[in-house]
Nanobody, 115 residues
Framework: QVQLVESGGGLVQPGGSLTLSCAASGRIFRINAMGWYRQAAGKERELVARITTRGTTVYADSVKDRFTVSRDSAKNTVYLQMNSLKPEDTAVYYC?????????WGQGTQVTVSS
């Protein structure tokens, strides 16, 4: 049974920072990439950032230069460092693991940016 456990969400003021973590446990065959998606109220889920096993990263244009994705392969953990947060970053953030067999999703963690 594969489980993705996310942590680090919460309420932060505009301009503040948060770090999300996602630890994957269980048997996952051949991970290709790990990353983060988000879904704001009334909107579709969108890619935020993704990192491959080789370290290649992809970011949504809206978060470039503000967010940083990283991973600890030994721990099967992916992180999202979010700086200079804006109200439009408010959403539920979901961890994602892509493997040769399947995609796996976390339960989501709420990030609210508000004064």
């Amino acid at each position: 049974q594969v489980q993705l456990v996310e942590s680090g969400g919460g309420l932060v003021q505009p301009g503040g920072s948060l770090t999300l973590s996602c630890a994957a446990s269980g048997r996952i065959f051949r991970i290709n990439a790990m990353g983060w998606y988000r879904q704001a109220a009334g909107k579709e889920r969108e890619l935020v950032a993704r990192i491959t096993t080789r370290g290649t990263t992809v970011y949504a244009d809206s978060v470039k230069d503000r967010f940083t994705v990283s991973r600890d392969s030994a721990k099967n953990t992916v992180y999202l460092q979010m700086n200079s947060l804006k109200p439009e970053d408010t959403a539920v953030y979901y961890c994602n693991v892509e493997s040769w067999v399947s995609d796996y999703w976390g339960q989501g963690t709420q990030v609210t940016v508000s004064s």
